[in-house]
């Protein structure tokens, strides 16, 4: 155990996650009256934030007495304490730097404030970079939130592994039979995870493979071709395998823009379109330009749409690979009229219980990890829910490649049986969109 620090904890980090003061370990809490200023004005709506305001209100409730504002209430055993700062002072020092009184500054000020007055170490907590670099000019430590950052990316800049089999005739025998042969058998030099897609290799011969948890063997990976679309290289391959095995319920397919993530993804589900009640796919609406959904014309479907529109274009893509008079086609047509077929906001799932669905979630790299935990949360008997986006690609302006949802899924969830994750390497929408994903 370290010495003891004061923490001063930015809005964001709140908004990041509701729970966050109670991941301090033994240290210190101090919240500027200005946050709770700016999380009253978050308390209305339907978006994760809004609940996270909510939701850390309830918790300073349970929590709230005299103390909070001048000793500090406990947090519990072998937790620190939570103060509520309500006395501001503007120093000298920022009043040179910056004059404007902006939350920011003053959330800043009563760190700088606390760091002349305490014999602690006082470090400022903020996902917003901004502030960091305004609170290191003046010399205040700060740091940010990465309790929940994964350090292990190793998975999502390779491609799937390759192990070297010493005798051919293992793999002749996954060739030549459906049953598979045991992982033990293949006396590989490392550890197999459950669910995890490889190449065997042979002198004379190679073969794709996935290992099956609940039979503990390993088995040969098809091609298979679903609903007008059929995979173009390995790593499609396995998706697709995986998105169509009833047994693995929570699948997580990451990769670049152009590698064909969401296409594969509603390509399975329409394939099992018999096996559930329900299609649904939905996606995150983050507003670019300074414009929210209270600035776009419209009731609410009209407002969302053009947030839905990528995902109607891989519908679209679907259909026009199959024949215009087909029975393929007849079947979306009539799924989207009897609702079976639903494209809609994240927004509006929350209190959902979603049984027997098939739950496609496009762009997971802008929801936090606490968003990913409600939407799994939300599954019920019979659904299967899958996780598709680009960790490269985040719009969230307070989320990184090592901080977002999609990757705290995947580090949290390997080696479960029921769980599978694929990397897509290769860009197949294009040559040029394969070269702008590379180059730009």
């Known amino acids: 155990m370290g010495a003891k620090k004061n923490f001063v904890l930015d809005t964001n980090v709140i ?3 509701h729970k966050c003061i109670y991941n301090f370990e033994e240290n210190d809490i101090y919240i500027p ?49 939570l103060f509520i700062v309500t006395e501001e002072s503007y120093p000298e020092v920022l ?46 430590l700060t740091e940010d939130y990465i309790n929940d950052k994964v350090t292990n990316m190793d998975i999502f800049e390779k491609e799937f592994s390759t192990y070297d089999v010493v005798d051919p005739s293992l793999i002749d025998k996954l060739y030549s039979s459906n049953e598979g042969i045991s992982l ?37 990976v098809e091609k298979q071709r679903t609903f007008g679309i059929e995979p173009r290289n390995a790593e499609q391959t396995f998706a697709m395998d995986v998105l169509l095995d009833d047994d693995v319920k929570l699948v997580a397919i990451t990769g670049r823009a152009g590698t064909g993530k969401t296409l594969l993804a509603l390509a399975a589900a329409l394939y099992k379109n018999e096996e ?30 053009p947030y839905m529109q990528p995902l109607f274009d891989n519908l679209n893509v679907i259909k026009s690979n199959l024949s215009y008079q087909g029975r393929e086609v007849r079947i979306i047509e009539e799924m989207q009229r009897d609702k079976r077929l639903v494209i809609e906001a994240l927004a509006f799932i929350r209190g959902r219980s979603l049984g027997d669905t098939f739950f496609i979630v496009d762009e997971a790299q802008n929801l936090t990890p606490h968003e990913v935990k409600t939407i799994v949360t939300r599954a019920g008997e019979g659904s299967k829910i899958i996780f598709t986006g680009d960790i490269q690609q985040i719009d969230s302006p307070y989320l990184d490649h090592q901080s977002n949802g999609l990757v705290y899924l995947i580090d949290r969830m390997k080696g479960q049986d029921i769980f599978a994750h694929v990397n897509l390497i290769k860009g197949e929408r294009s040559y040029l969109s394969e070269l702008a994903s590379k180059l730009l």
Do not use: W
């Open 33 to 81: 009256i200005v946050v709770l200023e700016e999380l009253d004005r978050f308390k209305k709506g339907n978006e994760q934030i809004n609940f996270a305001a909510r939701q850390f209100a309830r918790e300073i409730d349970l929590i709230a007495d005299s103390d909070l504002f001048s000793t500090g209430a406990s947090l519990g055993e072998g937790k620190g304490r």
């Open 184 to 220: 033990s058998d293949l006396s590989l030099e490392s550890d197999v995870e459950a669910n995890e897609c490889f190449l065997l290799k042979s002198s004379r011969a190679s073969v794709m493979c996935r290992y099956n948890p609940f039979e503990n063997k390993v088995r040969r």
């Open 276 to 305: 559930y009640k329900q299609i649904l796919l939905s996606r995150p609406i983050v507003a670019l330009g300074g414009k929210d959904l209270g600035a776009l014309p419209g009731d609410a479907t009209e407002k969302v749409s």
């Open 15 to 17: 908004l990041h996650d």
């Open 95 to 140: 009043k040179r730097a910056f004059s404007d009184r902006t939350p920011d500054h003053r959330i800043l000020a009563v760190a700088i404030t606390l760091a002349q007055t305490k014999s602690e170490k006082t470090i400022l907590v903020t996902k917003d970079i901004n502030l960091r670099m305004k609170a290191k000019s003046l010399g205040v």
